[in-house]
């Protein structure tokens, strides 16, 4: 089923009370309305994302040249608004006579509202409209019921373009209410549906809207209190889940910062998840329970992939080449692990303790392979100057593939043998 149209948005009798007249865009009329909106700002073209209606009274046409008027309505045009609709009678005694050739030369619907009704009262009723007529519309193919977390959850996680009173509004339908100051964290969990969902259910609890979808799980919690609400969400699912599943943890928003954070923290869980079932993890896996990480435990991965693997592998190829090419060509010949001995050593704040507690080596052996890639680099590990080069080159090895970074670094150091030749 389609969305509500123009024609059906102004056939409302909430609409309708404000004796509607259409002045221009008479063949737009089956155009379709995503959200009603109210906005006296001129210059507001630029905060629309298309598909709305946007109701004003005109305060802001007076005084303006017929130029500025004309490009008002080309803006309005160009971002895909679905139509403007003018009080008239009140503060703009009647329509200015280029804004309607502007809209009747681009077929552009225009609306002179003849009758005084608070906009809040139409774009309440016209908005109560899109939502419910949205929501039956989206019937899952199986239950072949509406699941109105599901279709939010969706929208938030694919960075759908909605607004604070529609995200209320559908929260609320779904009968998710996160109180005034709670806190939310999104959650993607990827193995078998069942057992995924049954960990977030003992996870969440009723503090949670979760759904899931081809693929993955999608979840908002809100945490119990605690001081780190990641780390009390990540360590719930290493409890509650079993094994064979992945679960990413997003950052922590709060419920009152708006639906943008919302979406925030299910983009990072999702785009977590992705990385975590296609990125060799930086630390060895020991035991078979389920694989927990955070948004913040891969934030490196995220920012070198920032795009895509494949549109950023050239640039960090380079990089690697750059700082670890004699690491990275010693273990091509030699079958070390260096470069992940590195990595972990550098995560864990260079304590050779925790280091080799993880890599389950000897501290004598750890001593040794620090020698080395020192002696390789011709660097002191602990330099803090160069923490972070290093540490953003060894987990780029990670991401572009260990293979094909050696690969690489192998045809430099051969090219600069060779032009020494």
Do not use: K
Not at 379 to 390: A, N, R, T
């Amino acid at each position: 089923m389609p969305a509500l149209t123009l024609r059906e948005i102004l056939a409302l009798d909430g609409v309708a009370a404000a004796s509607p007249e259409l002045l221009a865009g008479q063949d737009a009329l089956d155009r379709p309305v995503r959200w009603v909106h109210a906005s006296e700002v001129y210059e507001g073209a630029g905060f629309l994302d298309g598909g709305e209606l946007l109701l004003t009274n005109g305060f802001a046409f007076l005084g303006a040249d017929a130029g500025a008027l004309r490009r008002y309505v080309r803006e309005l045009a160009a971002r895909g608004v679905a139509g403007l609709a003018v009080e008239v009678g009140r503060s703009l005694e009647r329509m200015p006579a280029d804004v309607v050739a502007a809209a009747r030369e681009l077929g552009f619907p225009l609306i002179a509202l003849r009758r005084v009704v608070p906009f809040v009262r139409i774009a309440e009723a016209a908005n109560r409209a899109i939502v419910t007529h949205g929501l039956t519309a989206r019937a899952l193919p199986v239950a072949r019921t509406v699941d109105h977390g599901a279709a939010l959850l969706a929208d938030l996680a694919d960075g759908q373009a909605l607004n604070g009173p529609e995200v209320a509004a559908r929260s609320a339908l779904a009968g998710f209410r996160p109180g005034p100051g709670a806190r939310l964290v999104g959650v993607c969990a990827h193995g078998p549906r069942a057992a995924a969902l049954a960990a977030v259910d003992r996870v969440a609890g009723r503090r949670g809207l979760r759904a899931a979808f081809p693929g993955d799980v999608l979840a908002l919690l809100v945490p119990p209190p605690g001081r780190d609400a990641v780390r009390v969400v990540r360590d719930a699912f290493r409890t509650a889940a079993g094994p064979g599943l992945t679960i990413a943890v997003g950052h922590a928003v709060g419920a009152d910062d708006g639906w943008p954070r919302w979406s925030d923290t299910l983009r990072a869980a999702r785009t977590t998840l992705e990385l975590a079932l296609t990125v060799p993890a930086a630390e060895p896996a020991y035991g078979d329970g389920p694989l927990v990480t955070s948004a913040r435990a891969l934030v490196l991965e995220r920012e070198l992939t920032r795009g895509g693997v494949e549109a950023n592998r050239e640039r960090l190829t380079r990089l690697v080449d750059q700082v670890l090419g004699p690491l990275l060509a010693w273990e091509a010949l030699h079958g070390s692990d260096l470069v992940r001995t590195l990595e972990v050593h550098l995560r864990h704040g260079c304590s050779p303790t925790r280091t080799a507690a993880l890599l389950h080596i000897g501290r004598q052996s750890l001593y040794q392979r620090l020698e080395r890639i020192e002696s390789l680099l011709g660097i002191e590990v602990g330099d803090p100057e160069l923490l972070g080069e290093l540490l953003a080159a060894a987990c780029a090895v990670r991401v572009v593939g260990a293979r094909a970074a050696q690969g690489s670094s192998e045809r430099q150091i051969l090219s600069g043998r060779t032009r020494a030749a």
